[in-house]
């Protein structure tokens, strides 16, 4: 049977980063996010006694250099579902792999469920959850819809996510200001494990319970103002975490920092937008809805930003019909 799913990429608000079990990919804390309604990963699966080895394309490449992860991850779901077969995969980003925003979130989602739907196990969203983390622990998040906690558990069982409102709970907004799109030199995988290194994590655990109770408190009231000083606050000692890490990491570029005084300087002026940072140069200004078009007009003029992504918040992974082979 052939299924393809569809799944949204996230950005996180309270991040994930360190965690307790590098196999199994539990985190050291639990994390919150949005999905991203404009960015997203089309996954086609299908099983076969035809083929010999997996074929899997990636954005038009014939067995690159995510092959081996890809497979590694049916291998997982060919186990569960008592499938002996290879598989032919085609999965397509539908922004430019160039534009330096991570894939792995929607990709591993949108796998884990065309790939159970291929190998036609039900499951419920919770396990697509648990068995998408395997692949990347941010995909564990584009499992469920709009606004999302992962809770970070202590096992296998009960390290999943769960979407604490639909996507249309809140009329805000997350536009990507592309600062960048050279590829980066370190992945979050590998940053990830130097992180217990800086002294502040555990500083940061300490305290990382009371952010994610207040930041659901100021998504449920729809309070802006608290939520964005919040979720910038979190960025920089996310970034913090990173620069002091051994070796140090520093995915900021010059044109990040540029376009944070400029986000600084724009509140003074009275727009409302913070912004947050993931593993990477690029920033994501979050917005209330009817103040899109003034912060639009403002990064027009801005010539270190090269592209602007508008995301609202997304649906969930789901299947469609319109097959990519
Ligand atoms: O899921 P990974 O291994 O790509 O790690 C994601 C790390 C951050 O994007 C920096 C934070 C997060 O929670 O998504």
Redesign the pocket.
Known sequence: MKSTAIANS???LI???GKINEKLRLPANS?I?MNLDSLWTTTTVEFSKDLKKDRIIINGIDNGDEANRVSKHIDLIRKLAGVTTKARVATKNNFPESVGI?S??SGFAALTLAATAAAQIKIAKKELSILARLG????S?SIPSGFVEWKKGDSHQNSFAISLFEPNHWKIADIVAIVSDKPKNV???AG?KIAKASPFFKIRLKNIDKKINQIKKYIKQKNFARFGELIEAESME?HAIMMTSTPPLIYWHPETLKLMACVKSWRSEGLPIYFTI??GPNLHLIVEDKNIPALLAKLKNICEVKKTIVNHPGGGARLIDRHLF
């Open positions: 996230n950005i996180a991040k994930y980063w994390s996010s991570a792995s979130a990347s622990g941010s995909a998040r992945g979050s995988t990830q996310l993931d593993a």
